[in-house]
């Protein structure tokens, strides 16, 4: 009998998510005897002709990890949806944007501008910037379109199931695995899977008290305790807005969550929830003196939807010019 | 649009049950003209208005959005009207970086013996929201179940 066939692709993403997969560590042996991997880029030898070649729905199960940025990794989304019986959106970038999707705090022409022209060790006398198609004596280059916006996976084709974590741990990539190489029934399509059902702060073993704040550090401001709330001692941790799953990993290093597993079930907005939380706990009732609370938060959009920019209600910056 | 067309703008108005909604009430049968720009919703309190709800009612179509509630120290749960500045004056900043004018969103304080004031700012805030003109949020992209398809290059 054939194996099941397994394809991993990364988009616009750093490469952790694939370093992610091999953290499985032994069980990548197990994995690679289960499957048949017919596509992974980072790892072996195929091109991008090996997927067009194979048939339509000839994939069983695809790991897509990445945002789409380009028109490169829209139409590698395409190409993989079609050939995929399952097409999983694999990792933050994927799910809800992530780093890259902090692009859209911005445009691409400011990207471009900064990028080409005005950062300070840019040496571009010419003004010269990368255009789409260019002509040399030996033929036309080609390279792919930098879109206006950073786009997650499920906003370019349906995605079947989506798992969180920039980058997913390893004990829910396996979790993953083992269910599907041991036939486990497949939740509904459209499930996050791979993490918890509630939010960061179930998996935290702090302790938690009225919180009342007058004033918020940045995590190299103070030495927190390592045993209170992180929040309660005024670090923006957006435990209270984000899935668990993880195992609470970064407070347990004494540095608060930053949300990479997106919001928690039934929760539309991450940003918009931790905006509400903060709110909350803010200790004064005078709108001046909350400002300059609010004021200590450098980049409140950019914090609190570091990881879901392009997944959020408002998913980009908008350039409309008022009247 | 029509030059000749003037902008008519939508804004939602979350009101609290206790002071703002019988504001605005009072200013209904105190046959007072206010503009019929402002869609009201009643809530029990304005401590109650999930930031969500205000990014959703801009998404889904509103040019503006206001959220009214007692006066400091009036609150009838004590400081729910507080937690509704707090959340606005965070909001405002998060709309800022968005591109979005933080004029778009606007708290006030009425008391329910002040119909006058609730017809003012409705008023004001339709104006305002005017000049502003038409929010215009797009949709989020959606996937496309059928999608054009482009070959990559090998």
């Known amino acids: 009998m054939s194996k099941p066939k397994l394809a991993l692709y990364w988009a616009a993403s750093c490469g952790g998510c694939e370093i992610a997969v091999l953290d499985v560590e032994e069980k990548i042996l197990d994995v690679a005897a289960f499957f048949d991997i017919v596509f992974w880029p980072c790892a072996m030898d195929f091109k991008y002709k090996d997927v067009q070649a194979m048939e339509d729905g000839s994939i069983d199960l695809c790991l897509f990890n990445g945002a789409i940025r380009t028109s490169e990794n829209e139409a590698m989304a395409r190409l993989l949806r079609r050939k995929s019986k399952v097409l999983v959106a694999f990792g933050s970038c994927a799910t809800e944007g992530c780093i890259p999707g902090l692009a859209n705090l911005t445009t691409k022409e400011e990207i471009l501008d900064w990028v080409y022209h005005r950062s300070p060790s840019t040496v571009n006398e010419n003004g010269v910037r990368p255009q789409p198609r260019f002509h040399v004596p030996e033929g036309e280059l080609e390279i792919p379109e930098f879109y206006e916006e950073v786009r997650t996976l499920a906003q370019v084709v349906p995605v079947d199931y989506f798992i969180p974590g920039c980058p997913p741990q390893a004990p829910q990539i396996v979790n993953v695995l083992s269910a599907i190489m041991t036939g486990a029934p497949l939740p509904p399509p459209g499930s996050v899977i791979g993490a918890g059902e509630k939010t960061c702060c179930d998996e935290c073993g702090r302790k938690r008290e009225e919180k009342r704040i007058k004033r918020f550090y940045r995590p190299w401001e103070i030495v927190p305790d390592p045993n209170q709330c992180l929040l309660d001692q005024g670090i923006i941790c957006l435990g209270p807005a984000t899935r668990s799953g993880c195992g609470a990993l970064c407070v347990k290093a004494n540095m608060p969550c930053r949300g990479c597993y997106g919001p928690p079930p039934n929760v539309m907005d991450q940003g918009a929830k931790m905006i509400s939380a903060l709110a909350s706990v803010i200790d004064s009732q005078d709108p001046e003196e909350v400002q300059r609370i609010l004021d200590q938060i450098p980049d409140p959009a950019g914090t609190l939807y570091r990881f879901s920019v392009p997944a959020s209600l408002l998913h980009r910056k908008r350039t409309q010019v008022t009247a | 649009m029509n030059q000749q067309q003037r902008f008519e703008p939508r804004i939602v108005g979350f009101l609290c049950n206790w002071c703002s ?124 179940a059928e999608p054009q398809l482009e070959e990559v290059r090998a």
């Open chain 2, 21 to 144: 909604y019988t504001g605005a009430d009072l200013a209904g049968v105190s046959r007072m003209k206010s503009a019929p720009n402002l869609r009201t919703i009643r809530v029990m309190c304005s401590g109650r208005v999930d930031p969500t709800l205000v990014l959703r009612a801009f998404q889904l179509g509103a040019d503006g959005v206001l959220v009214a509630g007692c006066h400091p120290g009036d609150c009838h749960y004590q400081e729910g009207n507080y937690k509704a500045m707090r959340r606005v004056l965070l909001l405002k900043r998060v709309l800022r970086e968005f591109g979005i004018d933080e004029r778009r969103l606007r708290l006030e304080w009425i008391s329910a013996s002040e119909g006058e004031k609730f017809a003012r700012v409705a008023n004001e805030f339709t104006e305002q929201v005017r000049a502003l003109g038409p929010l215009q949020l797009e949709e989020a992209p959606a996937a496309v």
